[in-house]
């Protein structure tokens, strides 16, 4: 096998979480009252449109998740059939895909589409003798010659790209309106119209429009990352598209791990809390008011260095460096989760408060209905929708959250990509003249675009399944 498997704790999160958004989706389906919250949020262009740039950045974290370790070829007089060894570097099928941004580096700051390093050095004349000037790339545009035109090479790769782009998103509109003309039994091309018409159930024109955009991106990218470094590179000569695409794994695994760690203990002790009331009331109570009362950063920072020192004097604990980030990007999740529950658990507090006075719950208990099974019946569904608006806005925080421990220096490991690591990185280069600013701007781009998307998806979640404020 030329290839040996690697499953870090983060992975199998990820897979854990990817079935359990399935088994929710298989539940929502059969449950009536959730379908139509969830048709009613697919009405709306905008979060549609949110959904499925989502699901693009879902899709690229799913592929940076499937790790491996590469197999060594045998070396001088060894026997082929000897026990493999593997190398130590753990790459991705991301990586896999993205190999030629991965291995093309630079020996430091090039700007985007540029054919020269972004700063003077000293080198050796034809003629003999030393000059200063701007050295050629190793890499990037260096198939052009003297008198090429940069613009009229960048064209020329470009024109079939819409087409590309044009293509993908008809073979979409083909699927969706053969679903579409099956589930209200008509033609197919009446259900081509009535989706570019926007008169569908949902609002599949959005992402169409999301597709063709999303594909007309990917095929430039294919087309010219080969050839350019589109976004210029960093002040170690990576790639930084290649950085920018390898943080959006590091930004879902924080948004998404984060509230899975923190959801047991937002939503166990607040149910308990309120239907329980009493000392069980008191002491969580006191407990979530104590630990709002200390600064957060300040815990999140002392938590994370003893869990650093910890790291560094265990390194038998790993077996490689990708695990040992890997450990370190985990405990943040848990740090982050374990302080960011308070306000989810007081909502839940109120709302159990007010559900265990109605007359349902109040039937129940009368016809000797368990304490346990009064929470799983008539509690728990009925505070659900809490719980999913909250899961979702707090999605977006989060990724900000690792941007800014990490450019404080408490975030993810060194090692580890990750938007914070790249604003940290960039930010000793904006006071020079010229300024390199394509690393930040990238960053921010991709952040702005990653976050924008959660908070329009979770508006609309959040008037489709608030009964106060549905729309």
Known sequence: MNVQPVLLLTDLLVFVLILGALALAMQARGHAPSREA??????????????????????????????????????????????????????SVLDTLLTPLRLQTEKTYSAPFARELFQRETVEQPGGGQGRTYPRLVHGARHLQAGDSLPGDVARRLVWTPF????????????????????????????????????????????????????????????????????????????????????????????????LIMLPFAVALGIAAGYLGGWVDDAVQYL??????????????????????????????????????????????????????????????GETLKLRE?????????????????????????????VLITVVLDFSGLVLAEAVLSYVGIGVDPGTVSFGAMINMARAELAREPVVWWSLASAFVFMLVLVLSANLLADAVRDAFDPGGGK
């Open 358 to 386: 109605l007359d349902y719950v109040q039937a129940a208990r009368a016809f000797g209905a368990s304490t346990a099974a009064i929470l799983r019946r008539h509690i728990l569904p009925n505070v659900m929708h809490i």
């Open 164 to 259: 590309t782009a044009l293509a993908a998103s008809g073979l979409l509109l083909l699927a969706l309106s053969a679903a579409v003309a099956r589930g209200r039994r008509c033609r197919l091309d009446a259900a081509i119209r009535r989706i570019l018409s926007g008169r569908a159930t949902l609002a599949w024109r959005a992402v169409l429009i999301v597709t063709f955009l999303v594909a007309l991106l990917a095929a430039a990218g294919v087309a010219l990352a080969p050839h350019y470094h589109l976004l210029g590179t960093d002040k170690v000569g990576q790639d930084v598209l290649y950085l920018s695409l390898k943080s959006i794994r590091t930004g879902l695994v924080i948004g998404t791990l984060t509230t």
């Open 288 to 349: 979530y008011t104590v630990l709002n009362a200390i600064p957060s950063v300040l815990l999140i920072a002392a938590s994370v260095l003893m869990m650093q020192v910890a790291i560094d004097t265990h390194p038998q604990w790993f077996d490689t460096a990708a695990q040992r980030a890997d450990a370190r990007l985990l405990a943040l999740c848990a740090i982050l989760g374990i302080t960011s529950w308070t306000g989810l658990c007081r909502l839940l507090r």
């Open 38 to 91: 969830w048709r009613r949020v697919g009405r709306r262009p905008a979060a549609m449109a949110a959904a499925a740039v989502l699901l693009v950045f879902a899709a690229i974290g799913f592929l940076d998740s499937l790790h491996y370790r590469e197999r060594l070829p045998p070396g001088p007089g060894e026997n082929a059939a000897a026990k493999p060894l593997y190398a130590a570097e753990v790459l």
